[in-house]
């Protein structure tokens, strides 16, 4: 098949949910074992099931309040491979321009939003499917896809023009979370006992690359039959999630079960990728997440991933490799692993745990 090219031919979601049907063509529908049943939204915060909340303030008081927030942190990560963070430095005025910005943009007319349709080579630009297998059965979403960092890796081109404002707020958006995710590397790196720099360094340090993946979730008439995003893990480092706080529909898997994540407000939900699963030798576990569909209303989300330079082998960290835990991984180019999940689309935890049989 032509890289340049997607297997079939896609259709916007967002067409089929305004078209009025009543029922979902059927490459949306999962196979019964896949399909999310009856979970109510309930479910997790009845049993006490919550991803943590940690307050960010922490990191800048005293070095007994330091020193609990990194331990919190790692604990989330260890327990969890999930936490939200409040207090986080980045303005929440500026989070809501970003939220609008791109709802509107999801409101453009269809052609014009066609115009920035992406190709499974650059995946940038506005699409509705994430893998390259033919016949897939999709997922209820569409999305814009781009990059924010280096530089070298932006390209203003690809990004909309219309609403006038959303070039130059997503790009404010973009440098205050590439400093947020400074942060939590360097959080993540002293929970794991590394030199505080290391996880920075090992990404390849400014030349860290980052991105973003903008999610319309449009109304559904039979969510229970269809996910608006399979299951997976993320394939790089760090994602920082502003999620829809009007519309729930974020899940992670703790255990056989599924928790609904109820974002807390003003917050960002951040998880851990694989690539820092492999980095820490599995101590901080990437986890499987989901997205449910919802017949009542539409849904937006902004996926911001932190993620190493394309070219940089990422391995086990030396220090965390001992006779007792030895590497669990073999040495891969970030960049070869992207390739390789996007090939296999969405398959849960396939893609990282496939690497250990290398």
Known sequence: ?????????????????????????????????????????LDGPEQGLKIPVIDL???????????????????????????????????LDLAGRMKKV???????????????????????????RLGVEKDAILDWTDYFFFYLHPDSQKNLDKWPLRPETLRGTAEEYGRELVKLGGVLMKVLSIGLGLDEGYLQKAFGGGDMEASMRVCLYPKC????????????????????????????????????????????????????????????????????????????????????????????????????VTPHHPPLYPTIKYREYRLHVRNWGLHGKLAVESLKAV
């Open 221 to 320: 008439p039979q969510p229970e039959l269809t996910l608006g995003l399979s299951p997976h893990s993320d394939p790089g480092g760090l994602t920082i999630l502003l999620a829809d706080d009007r519309v729930k529909g974020l899940q992670v898997r703790k255990g056989g079960a599924w928790v609904p994540v109820q974002p807390a407000p003003g917050a960002f939900i951040v998880n851990v990728g694989d690539q820092i699963q492999v980095i820490s030798n599995s101590v901080y576990p990437s986890v499987e997440h989901r997205v449910i569909a919802n017949s009542a209303e539409e849904r937006l989300s902004l996926a911001f991933f932190y993620n190493p330079k394309g070219d940089l082998p990422i391995g086990p960290a030396p220090e965390l």
């Open 102 to 128: 791109w709802m509107e943009f999801f409101h453009l007319p269809m052609e014009e939003k066609k115009a920035y349709a992406n190709n499974p080579k650059t995946y940038e630009g506005y699409g509705s």
């Open 57 to 91: 303030g922490g990191l800048v008081g005293d070095s007994g309040e330091r020193q609990a927030t990194v331990q919190a942190i790692s604990d989330a990560c260890k327990e969890w491979g999930f936490f939200q963070v409040v207090n986080h430095g980045v303005s």
């Open 1 to 41: 098949m032509d890289s340049s090219e997607w297997p079939e031919p896609v259709v916007p979601v967002q067409s089929l949910s305004e078209s009025g049907l009543t029922e979902i063509p059927a490459r949306y529908v999962k196979p019964p074992s896949d399909r999310p049943g009856a979970v109510s939204f």
